[in-house]
């Protein structure tokens, strides 16, 4: 008892604490988005259930380089075009690296998007498992 109520270990605790929230915080917000899919599964999904692409990134990164007959939604605009997007099918979300479009993901499934995951890694990761990539809209 003696431990917990030293000055000095209490500020060990308090940072063993924060500690532990900064490492789960990542973890907390993939579950309340959906998940992530690695690039196999994503194809997968694609050719078994498909699933529709959404490109979150700025327009001018996806003329620059998306996923083919992947859809562009920029972040900005992903609330007001909810509506647009197919209901009967799985949304996958893309981004650069995959760390905006968890935030995207969460949004969707709280405005009632039932099936939605974003890419592990984003088109990064995409590019480098050798998955084609093109050029202009």
Do not use: Y
Request: proline share 5%; aromatic share 2%; with cysteine.
């Amino acid at each position: 008892m003696d431990f917990l109520l030293n000055q000095n270990n209490l500020l060990l605790i308090a940072v063993a604490i924060g500690s532990a929230i900064m490492l789960a915080w990542p973890m907390i917000q993939r579950s309340r988005s959906g998940g992530a899919v690695s690039t196999t599964e994503a194809v997968q999904l694609m050719n078994q259930k498909h699933a529709v692409l959404i490109d979150i990134r700025p327009a001018s990164a996806f003329a620059a380089g998306h996923i083919p007959q992947s859809r562009n939604i920029p972040l900005e605009e992903i609330n007001q075009k909810t509506a647009t997007l197919p209901k009967n099918k799985p949304l996958i979300l893309v981004c650069d690296q995959g760390r905006s479009a968890i935030g995207a993901a969460t949004r969707l499934r709280a405005q009632g998007v039932a099936e939605v995951v974003t890419l592990e890694g984003g088109l990064r990761a995409w590019s480098a498992a050798g998955l084609p990539v093109t050029a202009g809209k």
